[in-house]
Structures are given as structure tokens and as C-alpha cells.
């Protein structure tokens, strides 16, 4: 193992997308929003997320050269960013203190991002939210890759959900999944080390259940919760797809033809002042949640989130510990560029 202080393997992921053929703009959002997951210890979605960004690239399906536009302004609680067929994540904080602003003003605003492409976990959004003393959710669709619950082939999206509540200190409550039973990357991950998938998370080609992880990704993950899953990842389908003005999943899987390819669709982003709701009511919103906080944990249970900050913390004092394949992978990329993906 090699540890990399968390600056130093930011600086060189973008290195590794500037030499792919992306503007800063692209390449330094994207560095910061994949060494994230890598130093709060979610591997699904930190370096090994490079290669489907080369391979889209590579691909045509994603602009590396994006700028992405703040729509006009009408002054009411909606901020539109079109990301111009580049990445999600610039267009995201391009438009977050717009945002905030409005949010603040009015007590409640929504953040629309058109047209981008979307590979990256939402928590780190969520905090950018929180880090101003607002809540958040946030939402967007995928590929139809999961199948609804009693259906027999893929239909929704993975459909990530994520929120957050600002703390007076210390890190924000927040959670970030996805509506199916495990995200895509952790089964294309079991795949890559030869191991089985859990009984219940996925279906073959067939329609029957799989433990193979070749003929889950070949056929359909599965909701969490049954039923409960799929209406929510339903429900993101219109929010973040229709309500918007944007691709569903299955509309963005017949776009693309593939799943190794990130998916191409918006994003919703609803920032929520807790101030503003609860006024000229008793009580303090950011007391009364530290209470219920204190009763999650007074029982023994943690709240979300707790291991992947004990994982940064960790990170951000002893460095990002790489394997020797990681690394070398780094300099694969770093050499040949484009060439180092299929």
C-alpha cells in the first residue's frame, strides 16, 4: 500500500483527465469529486470511476471541453444550469451559490441541471449545501439497469437519493444511496475480484435470481425494500427526469446502447433553509435536531455517514492508501490517456 496525501492524488486525477483532453473546468470538478470517494473509503466511487470517464470521453457521449451556462434569471426559487453535454459536476458548482442565495432569501429553492453526464456520488453535493447552513436533497436518474419490483427485466435507474441536515459543528447528518439493492459499481467491483453477489440482489437475463455478478450486469439489479424501492425510484424518474425537462433512465439507456458508458440526463438539487420553515414557531430547529441525534446514538445505533467520515479523517491525516495495482493503473492512464481504456 501507498498512502498519497488527499491534494497530491487530486492533482494528479486531474493530470490524468487534462491529458485526456479535458479543460480545467472538467477535469479539476471531476478530481476533486472522485478523490472524495476515495478518501471517505467508498471505493465504488473514487479511481475506479476514471476509466468510465475515459471510456465515455473516448466514446463522444460527454463534451471534456464543456462550460457550463447559468440560464437567465427569473428571481423565483428555481436556478437553471445547463451543463452543455459536459459533466454534472462542474454545472453543480457553477450554479451552488446561486443556490444558496436564493434559498436563503426565500426560504426554499431548486437547482436544475440539464444535459450533463452523471458518474459520482451526491453526498459530496449534499455537504457543499449543508456547508451553508441550509438542508438538502438531491436526485437524479441513471440507465434502466434495475428491474421494478415484480417486473422481470431492467426498467429504472439506480436512481441515487441523497440528503443532508446542517450541524452547528462537526460533520452534517447525511445519507446518500441508491434505490437499488446495491449500487452498480459495488457488483461490477465483486465482479473484478472473482466473488458471488448476496442472494436478493439481482436477476440474470432470464428474469431468475442471480448470484453471478456477470449475469446480474447482463440482466437486472433489484430495488431495496421491494416495493418500497421502486415506487422511490419511481418517483426520481419524475422528479429528476420528466418534472425537469430530461432523460429518464430507460430513455437514457436507448440514448447510450451500453451500460459501461456514464449516463447522460439532469439533476435536481432542493436546498431548504430549516430557519425559514420553522419561523414564528417554538423552539430551535438546530437544537431540537441535536436532541434526536443524541437519542439515535444515546441507543447504541450510529448515524449515516459515520464510517466514511472516520474514513476521511483518516485520509486527510495518514494520506489515501493505494494497492500497487491502483497506482499502477494511475501511471497507465497518465501515460497512454485515452489509449488505457477499451
Known sequence: ????????????????????????????????????????????????????????????????????????????????????????????????????????????????????????ALWPEVEAVTDHGLAALVMCPSYASVAPAGGTSALLGTNPLAFGWPRPSGHPYVFDFATSVAARGEIELLRRAGKPLPEGWAIGPDGAPTTDPEAGLAGAMLPFGGHKGSAIGTMIELLAGIMIGDLTSPEVLKELG?????????????????????????GDPSARAELLFGAITGQGARLPSARRFAARAASEAEGIHLTEAETALLDKMARLGLDAVD
Open 258 to 282: 451500453t451500460t459501461t458508458l456514464a449516463p447522460f440526463h439532469g439533476e435536481l438539487v432542493i436546498a431548504m433553509s430549516p430557519e425559514a420553515f420553522a419561523a414564528g414557531r417554538p
Open 1 to 120: 500500500m501507498t498512502a498519497i496525501p488527499v491534494e497530491d492524488l487530486t492533482a494528479r486525477v486531474a493530470a490524468i483527465l487534462r491529458g485526456a483532453g479535458m479543460n480545467d473546468t472538467q477535469s479539476d470538478a471531476l478530481a476533486r469529486i472522485i478523490v472524495a470517494g476515495e478518501r471517505d473509503g467508498c471505493k465504488s466511487h473514487g479511481i475506479y470511476r476514471i476509466e468510465g470517464v475515459l471510456r465515455t470521453l473516448r466514446a463522444g457521449q460527454v463534451n471534456g471541453l464543456a462550460e457550463p451556462r447559468l440560464l437567465p434569471d427569473d428571481g423565483k426559487a428555481i436556478i437553471r444550469v445547463n451543463a452543455a453535454r459536459g459533466f454534472s459536476t462542474p454545472a453543480f458548482e457553477l450554479g451552488l451559490p446561486h443556490l444558496v442565495a436564493r434559498a436563503r432569501d426565500l426560504g426554499l429553492a431548486a437547482m436544475v441541471v440539464n444535459d450533463c453526464t452523471h458518474f459520482s
